[in-house]
């Protein structure tokens, strides 16, 4: 099998949008309590985090974090997390069937995401609470000084204003399992005023409307145009979530789920263009995946939500801590070069989550912290994608799938940095096949320049070629675990550029990332 790609440095579809590589810690499960802190633990600082968690956070070096749900904030009272840790209320959390010690609030966590050099994305509750509450928590976090809310803020060990900047309105509202539950017309009432309102106290403050909680719920599309009708003009990004899983074993079309992110992706930006929100109107609205992941939910929904919904109500459960596979990995992988390849229209994603929960850090109780598969691929495309996203011309047979129709063998994205370095993350869907590459590279000199001649044509050296694929005696299943961990990058061997053509082969199931300056 083989693919040509071109790459034409001058074609750029827009900047790489940094904050593409958020990542989301919702109060569920061990991501907050046992994931990030966790005083008993041997490596826990004064301050009761983990510091060999955090070092992996810091290496994955995400740029922003949603906080503090997902499904657990319609539910949330923002000010049960702040003050005297001693006089917080311990809660039920409906969202999750736990119960929450409020040990960790706003404060603690605006702390530690400094310290892990994320931006923080707040979301508010417009699931059991609306507008009234919106503003206090934002008076609470972003008021210099003066009044009731921030000097309780002050009071409380916070001197200077958060300063939070990303706020979104809301989550899943659309979805029947959502405390608080709205039809769109509801929702998009609601969402507009908090906005109205949270602008008129800080008019700096970007914010995100509630888009569909996925493709296939039956509001989809409809959810999006009213909810934009009533918010066009005050909201910065509307949401989409989007999980994929592996189906009765169809590897073909888990593999092509990038092509199923491009049509959703594609599907919203062409109602935010319908609304007149589109890039270069008046009032532009940008696509914010507030959730991404692989989530095997059929496993959550048929087998381990039936007993947690049931039981008993305990802190910190093991919620959905899916193990990842090097499948799953090369999936990652590929949704990070859709991300990238609509970053004309996304302006932000997280990977959700981060710690224990569908994440790429794990952690045992007073145990290791280790690196998943996913954390390969994110760490790599968050380190590496700086400048302009370039779309290369790809030519590739395609396969079939049952759930996506055709989709390319190999899916491809580069960037271009400003000194004219290129970076090309490339996926290998073929599960058995390995794929000869060939990369034109345009405007690329095919021979030195010659001493004393100007040209417009660079030469370029090969820095560093990686792959992620089957580790020697595993299998596509492999996965790494506190006791071992096979799955990791390793170098992409026979990688040669000659002048302005790269040739490589690309190993069956991979992900890589050639670099060249
Ligand atoms: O990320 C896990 C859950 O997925 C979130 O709480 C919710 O928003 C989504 O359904």
Redesign the pocket.
């Known amino acids: 099998l083989s693919a040509r790609l071109s790459i034409d440095p001058a074609t750029s579809i827009g900047a790489v949008p940094r904050r593409l590589f958020g990542t989301?810690v919702?109060h569920?499960g061990r991501s907050v309590y046992e994931g990030i802190y966790e005083p008993a633990h041997p490596s826990a600082r004064p301050d009761g985090f983990r510091a060999d968690v955090l070092a992996l956070v810091q290496e994955l070096g995400a740029t922003t974090v949603r906080y503090p749900?997902?499904?657990?904030v319609s539910g949330y009272r923002w000010e049960d997390g702040v003050g005297p840790r001693s006089e917080r209320p311990v809660r039920l959390d409906a969202?999750?069937h736990s119960v929450e010690t409020n040990q960790i609030g706003l404060h603690e966590f605006a702390d530690w995401a400094r310290e892990a050099r994320l931006e923080l994305m707040y979301a508010v509750n417009l699931g059991t609470r609306g507008i009234a509450d919106a503003a206090d928590v934002l008076e609470y976090a972003n008021h210099p000084a003066g009044t009731a809310l921030a000097e309780r803020r002050r009071a409380n060990g916070a001197e200077e204003p958060f300063g939070i900047r990303l706020w979104c309105l809301g989550?899943?509202v659309d979805?029947p399992?959502?405390i608080g539950h709205k039809t769109a017309d509801e929702y998009g009432r609601l969402a507009a005023e908090t906005a109205r309102l949270m602008k008129f106290i800080d008019p700096a403050v970007e914010l995100v409307a509630a888009g569909s909680?996925n493709a296939e719920m039956p509001t989809f599309g409809e959810w999006e145009r009213t909810v934009l009708r009533h918010t066009v003009g005050l909201v910065d990004h509307i949401s989409l979530?989007a999980?994929y899983e592996e189906s009765d074993g169809d590897a073909a079309s888990f593999l092509a789920s990038g092509t199923a992110l491009d049509r959703y992706i594609e599907q919203v930006a062409a109602i935010i263009d319908e609304a007149g929100a589109g890039p270069g109107s008046e009032h532009p609205v940008g696509i914010s995946v507030?959730?991404w992941?692989v989530?095997y939910q059929r496993r959550w929904n048929e087998i381990d939500k039936p007993v947690v919904m049931n039981g008993d109500w305990p802190e910190r459960p093991r919620l959905?801590e899916d193990a990842y596979s090097v499948t799953d990995a090369v999936v990652v992988g590929s949704l990070l070069v859709s991300l990238l390849r609509h970053s004309d229209r996304v302006t932000m994603a997280n990977l959700?989550?981060l710690v224990n929960?569908?994440a790429p850090v794990r952690s045992e109780p007073g145990g290791p912290a280790w690196r998943q598969s996913t954390f390969f691929p994110f760490q790599r495309t968050a380190a590496l994608a700086h400048g302009r996203v370039v779309a290369p011309v790809i030519e590739v047979p395609s396969i079939r799938t049952a759930a996506h129709g055709e989709a390319p063998l190999v899916d491809a994205v580069a960037t271009v940095a400003d000194d004219g370095g290129i970076v090309l993350f490339v996926t290998n869907r073929s599960l058995e096949e390995d794929v000869a590459l060939e990369v034109a590279l345009r405007g690329v000199a095919d021979s030195p320049v010659g001493a004393g001649g100007a040209s417009a044509l660079q030469l370029f050296r090969l820095v560093s070629a990686e792959t992620l694929r089957t580790p020697p005696g595993g299998d596509r299943h492999t996965i790494n675990d506190a006791d071992a961990q096979p799955v990791a990058l390793t170098r992409l061997d026979g990688v040669r550029l000659d002048g302005a053509l790269l040739t490589a082969t690309l190993p069956a199931l991979s992900w890589s990332v050639v670099v060249i300056a």
Do not use: L, P, T
């Not at 749900?69 to 657990?72: D, E, K």
């Open positions: 989301f919702e569920m749900g997902g499904n657990f969202a999750w989550n899943e979805g399992w959502q909680s979530h999980y507030d959730e992941n989530w959905i959700a989550q929960v569908i």
